[in-house]
């Protein structure tokens, strides 16, 4: 109890408490509670899913093993690849778009004050605004499909936000033998830098466990197979729309990190490198890129769980029931609310924040190892 | 002893006033447009009980689907309003009297002699193992083909009778330089039309045997169904998922399609709204191969247990179920009165159509608007509609659609 005769640390400690025993409750209490419930049967007999006093059953990992097995559940495996694609390409618009424009302002050009305050404007609406807006120009009668007649050519026919078109289809059953070579190649790229850095011990586990992923997948991964029957997913082209909104809206957001991480590299580092005779390119590709990389980093991560927890612009733009443009946090929704299948709609609350976790849990860890280094 | 009695007859008073006084809150999502019609019950009730306070709780969102969400964490926390709007039917029975959660109004339907004034059809649907739950308050019919009858003059055709011949029909219109003959809206009127096609295809008994379990969705006949209903989704137009079902109704009227398959609120759309005079500006016919049977859906009020007024609730549901209450409200609201005494001449030229059918027609209940399915099984329609589309694949759609049948125990 040496700690307590300090009383700075027991004031720090009280003040901390009640937001302490808060969280507690509200936060990871209920995370509980969701787990729980996703292990039950409840909602499966019609009579007690809404009634005071559910009697519930322990079933395990059922819930779980129809989402990613079951007949009727195809909608749900559907919905996590539309969140793959679009995760992948919101991410990948808005770092590409917040660039160039940082990049531009960077420049200090005429008006950068008030362009930056334009860019950035997108951010401060809330999604069912952007939602709204974004969901009358892309009718097909009107709007962005009417632009096209401004310069003279036809108009424009794509259904932006209820077309049927699926591309790059895949089958379910491949997608065990599929995940394990992008994890082995993954694991070679981390094996190559180890080596490089002479970190000899790290390379050869990471080189050890893709030879282990691949002997699998080449031997057993084929024969996994989750369902009877070919299912395919893909790329449904309907998604455009809605990834188009979203980079509108959160490009202005990364817009001003890079802006910020712009002005932080020190002009000497740039005075120093034209001095050594650097292009405008390779000042950008060797020197501006490498100090950016901290700042990609954490815009990925904070759009990254954004788009996995997207719910608010689709509901906006396509409404809950336009299943072409589901994600599983609308299909949870749906699932719990309008079906009554609690427990299953648990489950997919459990896996949406497992795939967060994943992208948030090591960047916390990273960041908390360098601040402990520091 | 004095104390006591004193407190026991300050208690008696207190519940005599409590009798008459009080509040009501009614939770629906009649807003917007429907919000004439309640605020018209809702007069009529502060007449009757002036002392009472009425709270209107509504919550907007068409065919209640944000109100059903809003309502399931009310009673699930314990807090549940003292009557609540439900479609009558399966959407109440499946969710709410199976969990114990609803008194049987049974004793209110024989003390007012309401027995003998709904229409049998409508009074099993609206059972559990012999008890009624629910007092429905307006109809309205589900299978209802809308045209526009200069148009129909105009290419020469006939509304069609069967299905065959709407298909006929179709080809003759797409042959004279009209793209798409049916016009369709976004998600649930697709749905809509499946149902229309189902009972047109299987014809009453089946239809109804669908809902009860004794014909599986598996089945040839219903695989029949799927495939015709493959071939009317050939005849609408592409950019279906991106209107509203005003908006389709509207291509009917501008004359870009014949037909249009829709429940009778848009009925009321086209003579209020657009103005147009029933049976001139707009013609309507039993959707094909579905003459003589009134595909109906109602909304109705219940009483959930455990509430506070239930006096005041029990008085409510007395107005809703009259006919005075039906006459205030149905005009208003676009839909006939659940009863079969109810005073024609306040209805339009549809609707007294529509009441003669009420009456002389077999009664089914619709699918999409909660009549014949619990909410479980109708909301993942959807992705049996989300399969049979994706695919085109008839057997695919009817594996899933009996596969989710088992699973929520439909007509068990």
């Known amino acids: 109890m040496n700690w307590l005769k300090n009383k700075d640390t027991l004031y720090g400690f009280l003040v901390i408490l009640p937001s302490l025993v808060l969280l507690g409750i509200f936060v990871y209490g209920f995370i509980f509670q969701t787990f729980f419930t996703s292990l039950t049967d409840w909602g499966r007999d019609p009579a007690q899913a809404l009634s005071a006093n559910p009697q519930i059953r322990f079933i395990g990992f059922e819930n779980y093993r129809e989402l990613f097995t079951g007949f009727v559940d195809a909608r749900f495996r559907q919905d996590l690849v539309n969140t793959f694609f679009f995760t992948v390409f919101f991410i990948m618009g808005c770092l590409g778009v917040g660039l160039g424009l940082a990049i531009v302002l960077d420049r200090s050009p005429k008006g950068e004050g008030f362009f930056r305050t334009i860019f950035l404007f997108p951010m401060s609406l809330s999604f069912i605004v952007t939602g709204t807006i974004w969901r009358w120009m892309l009718q097909p009668q009107g709007g962005v499909n009417q632009l096209p007649t401004l310069v003279g050519l036809p108009k424009g026919e794509f259904a932006w936000l209820t077309s049927r078109q699926q591309v790059w289809q895949v089958s379910w059953n491949d997608l065990p033998f599929i995940t394990a070579l992008v994890v082995s190649v993954v694991l070679v790229f981390i094996a190559i830098a180890a080596f490089r850095g002479g970190e000899q011990r790290r390379g050869f586990i990471a080189s050890g466990s893709a030879a282990l992923i691949l002997l699998w997948a080449f031997t057993l991964g084929r024969t996994l197979q989750p369902l009877p029957y070919d299912e395919p997913h893909g790329f449904n082209l309907a998604f455009i729309g809605i990834i188009l909104a979203a980079v509108w809206q959160m490009s202005g957001y990364t817009m001003a990190l890079y802006l910020a991480g712009l002005r932080g590299i020190p002009e000497e580092l740039r005075e120093a490198a034209r001095v050594d005779g650097a292009s405008e390119w390779q000042l950008y590709q060797r020197i501006i890129f490498p100090l950016l990389a901290p700042i990609t980093l954490s815009a990925m991560i904070i759009l990254g769980h954004i788009s996995l927890k997207i719910f608010d612009l689709i509901f906006a733009m396509a409404g809950a029931d336009n299943a072409p443009t589901d994600v599983p946090a609308l299909l949870m929704y749906l699932t719990t609310f309008r079906a009554n299948q609690i427990a299953k709609g648990a489950a997919i609350g459990m896996i949406l924040l497992l795939l967060v976790a994943a992208v948030i849990v090591p960047y916390l860890y990273s960041q908390l190892k360098s601040e402990v280094r520091r | ?412």
């Open chain 2, 1 to 412: 002893m004095r104390k006591f009695f004193l407190a026991l007859v300050a208690a008696a008073l207190g519940s005599l006033a409590l009798a008459q006084s009080g509040k009501l809150e009614i939770f629906s999502w009649w807003a917007g447009d429907e919000g004439p019609a309640l605020q018209a019950l809702i007069d009529l009730y502060k007449k009757r009980y002036p002392n009472v306070e009425v709270i209107n709780a509504t919550v907007t969102g068409g065919s209640g689907v944000n109100a059903r969400a809003v309502l399931k964490t009310r009673m699930l926390g314990g807090d549940p309003p003292d009557s609540f709007q439900v479609h009558a039917g399966q959407e109440l029975i499946g969710t709410w009297v199976l969990a114990d959660r609803m008194e049987d109004l049974t004793p209110l339907f024989n003390q007012e002699g309401w027995m003998n004034r709904f229409p049998k059809g409508l009074i099993d649907l609206l059972s559990y193992k012999g008890k009624i739950y629910s007092v429905p308050v307006n109809i309205h019919r589900s299978n209802v083909m809308w045209y526009n009858p200069a148009k129909l003059r105009e290419w020469g055709v006939q509304p069609p009778k069967t299905w065959a011949e709407f298909l006929t029909t179709c080809q003759t219109l797409k042959g004279k330089g009209l793209e798409a003959p049916l016009a369709l809206g976004e998600n649930w009127t697709q749905q809509h039309l499946w149902e229309s096609v189902a009972l047109g295809v299987l014809g009453a008994n089946d239809y109804t045997n669908l809902w009860n379990g004794k014909l599986r969705f598996n089945d040839p006949k219903v695989v029949a169904v799927w495939n015709t209903f493959g071939r009317v989704l050939d005849c609408a137009n592409k950019d279906a998922s991106g209107l509203s079902w005003q908006q389709a109704v509207d291509r009917v009227l501008e004359g870009q399609a014949a037909f249009n398959i829709m429940g009778d609120w848009a009925a009321g759309y086209m003579a209020t709204t657009k103005q147009l005079k029933p049976g001139e500006g707009f013609g309507w016919a039993p959707a094909p191969g579905t003459a003589g049977v009134f595909m109906m859906l109602s909304d109705s009020f219940g009483l959930p247990k455990g509430v506070k007024n239930r006096a005041n609730v029990l008085n409510w549901l007395r107005l809703v179920g009259s006919k005075e209450g039906q006459d205030a409200f149905n005009p208003l609201k676009g839909s006939i009165a659940a009863r079969t005494d109810s005073d024609p001449s306040k209805y339009n030229a549809y609707l007294q159509s529509a009441m003669r059918d009420w009456k002389s027609n077999r009664i089914v209940g619709s699918l999409v608007h909660g009549a014949v399915a619990p909410e479980s099984f109708m909301s993942q329609f959807g992705t049996v509609m989300e399969i049979y589309l994706s695919g085109r694949n008839a057997q695919a759609a009817s594996n899933a659609a009996q596969a989710i049948a088992t699973q929520v125990r439909l007509g068990q």
